[in-house]
Nanobody
C-alpha cells in the first residue's frame, strides 16, 4: 500500500495550494479518504474527509476555504486550499483512516507566511 502526497510548499497568506495524493495497493474506491494535518507542538487533526459518493466533511477552521475531491479512476484524492492563513502551516497527511490503523502517507509540508 502506498499513499504519496504532493503539492505542498511555501505560500504567502491569502494564497492557494492544491495537494494531491496518489494511492495504490488497495481498492481506493471503497475507502473514505481524508486529509489530516499536524502543526509543530500540536496534535494531528482531521482537515477534511470524503467517502465515495458521499458529501465532504470539513473541520470548522477550513470550511469555506478548503475543498476535498477525489478521482476514483485515478486513485487520487485532492485538497484545494484557498485563502491560506499562517495558522494553516503544518504537515498535511493523506489517509484512508478506517478501519484503524488505516493507511497513511508520509506527509507534505505546507508553510504559509504572513
Amino acid at each position: 500500500v502506498q499513499l504519496v502526497e504532493s503539492g505542498g510548499g511555501l505560500v504567502q497568506a491569502g494564497g492557494s495550494l492544491r495537494l494531491s495524493c496518489a494511492a495504490s495497493g488497495f481498492i481506493f474506491s471503497i475507502y473514505t479518504m481524508a486529509w489530516y494535518r499536524q502543526a509543530p507542538g500540536k496534535q494531528r487533526e482531521l482537515v477534511a474527509s470524503l467517502a465515495s459518493g458521499g458529501n465532504p466533511n470539513y473541520a470548522d477552521s477550513v470550511k469555506g476555504r478548503f475543498a476535498i475531491s477525489r478521482d476514483n479512476a485515478k486513485n487520487t484524492v485532492y485538497l484545494q486550499m484557498n485563502n491560506l492563513r499562517p495558522e494553516d502551516t503544518a504537515v498535511y497527511y493523506c489517509a484512508a483512516p478506517h478501519p484503524a490503523p488505516g493507511y497513511w502517507g508520509q506527509g507534505t509540508q505546507v508553510t504559509v507566511s504572513s
